[in-house]
Each structure stands twice: as structure tokens, then as C-alpha cells.
């Protein structure tokens, strides 16, 4: 399989422990996105990545949260001291930066539960 | 502030007929606008993109229309099939910008 893949598909954890969710975009892939998505509404951005160089964040990004793409492969999102507001589903995205390519490929998502 | 409207309410509709699914937006000049249908407890999956200078896009029994003036998108699927119950989500794009905003995404089911 090519395409996106996320790690862990679940995490539960304790209110103000730390996690780390993994993506591994398309292998040819060098644009790489990170969304948050809760229950009825739509991916809502969080970060971006081109090649290993974080471009965008969200202004609605916690410091708590952080990023990094080092080698310009996979990619990691630390949440430290999760709160019960963390919990949702955490999307990765992967695209081409090639000529005018919008179009995004989904990995299958990290769902969180702080409890 | 920006908005992008995604009818919150299921469309329930026959199979066989055409469902019909509607993006509104306000306050946004978008370059483009993607449309991603979305399997619960999946990712969405890119179904056609549509850029400001087009009217229509076709993609097999799949249609996209965009009108700068309404602001507004139409997403049709023709003869549905209960294969096609998903919630599809609109996306709206800036020029200049990589980074998509989503709609919260309509409901559909077709009923066999």
C-alpha cells in the first residue's frame, strides 16, 4: 500500500500526559499537512511542511503543540500536556509540489481520546 | 470572517436518482474548490477540484459546478447508488495558498 499512512489509529490517555502521532506521506510526496478534525465539522488546519521546512502553522496552534519533518519523509505531531479539549481525530495529508497540484491524499487518521 | 455553509442536514435520497449537494460561501475569494467525500472513522478522499475561471467539472457520474457570483458550488452525483452514502466535504483555496479551508460537509444516503 502507497499511500498515507498514520500511527498509532488510536491513542487514549490521561489528561496532561504527552503523545506522539506519526505520518508517513506518499513517498513522492513533498508537501505534508496536519489537520484536526472533530465529530461534525471538517478537517481544520493545524500545520504544513515543504520538504522538511515548516511553512505555516495555525494561529490557533497551541504552544503545546509541535511538529517537525526532519528528513522531509515521515513526519511527527507532539501534543504535551494533553487537556480534554485535545481530543479529536488527527489527520495527516500528503501532496506534490509539482506545477499547480492541490489535490491532497488522506492518511487514514489518529484518533484521540483524553480522558 | 470568512464562512464556508454545508447543509448540516442528511440528504436522503432514492438510488438511481441525482443527489444534489450545495458549498456557500461569504467573505472569500477562493482560486479553487476541491470537493472530498469522507467515510466515517476515515480520511477524505479527493474527488474533483475546480478552479475560479471554470464553470463545470466532470468526473464520470460526478459533477461540480462553481459560480463566483453566487458564491456558491453545486455537487451532483447522477444515478446514486447506496455505495455513494458518505459525507462530502467542500474545501475552499486562496491564490498563493496550499492550504485548504474545509466546510463542516453534507450527509448523504441513498436509499436501495
Known amino acids: 500500500d502507497t499511500g498515507v499512512s498514520q500511527n498509532p489509529r488510536h491513542k487514549i490517555t490521561k489528561r496532561g500526559q504527552n503523545v506522539t502521532f506519526r505520518c508517513d506521506p506518499i513517498s513522492e510526496h513533498n508537501r505534508l499537512y496536519w489537520y484536526r478534525q472533530t465529530l461534525g465539522q471538517g478537517p481544520e488546519f493545524l500545520t504544513y511542511f515543504q520538504n522538511e521546512a515548516q511553512l505555516e502553522k495555525s494561529r490557533l496552534l497551541s504552544d503545546r503543540f509541535s511538529a517537525e519533518r526532519p528528513k522531509g519523509s515521515f513526519s511527527t505531531l507532539e501534543i504535551q500536556r494533553t487537556e480534554q479539549g485535545d481530543s479529536a481525530m488527527y489527520l495527516c495529508?500528503?501532496?506534490?509540489?509539482?506545477?499547480?497540484?492541490?489535490?491532497?491524499?488522506f492518511g487514514p487518521g489518529t484518533r484521540l481520546t483524553v480522558t | 470572517s470568512q464562512k464556508i455553509e454545508q447543509n448540516s442536514e442528511a440528504l436522503n435520497i432514492q438510488e438511481g436518482k441525482t443527489a444534489t449537494l450545495t458549498c456557500n460561501y461569504t467573505n472569500y475569494s477562493p482560486a479553487y474548490l476541491q470537493w472530498y467525500r469522507q467515510d466515517p472513522g476515515r480520511g477524505p478522499v479527493f474527488l474533483l477540484l475546480i478552479r475560479e475561471n471554470e464553470k463545470e467539472k466532470r468526473k464520470e457520474r460526478l459533477k461540480v459546478t462553481f459560480d463566483t457570483t453566487l458564491k456558491q458550488s453545486l455537487f451532483h452525483i447522477t444515478a446514486s447508488q447506496p455505495a455513494d452514502s458518505a459525507t462530502y466535504l467542500c474545501a475552499l483555496t486562496s491564490g498563493g495558498s496550499y492550504i485548504p479551508t474545509f466546510g463542516r460537509g453534507t450527509s448523504l444516503i441513498v436509499h436501495p
Open positions: 495529508a500528503s501532496s506534490l509540489a509539482l506545477g499547480r497540484s492541490y489535490e491532497q491524499y
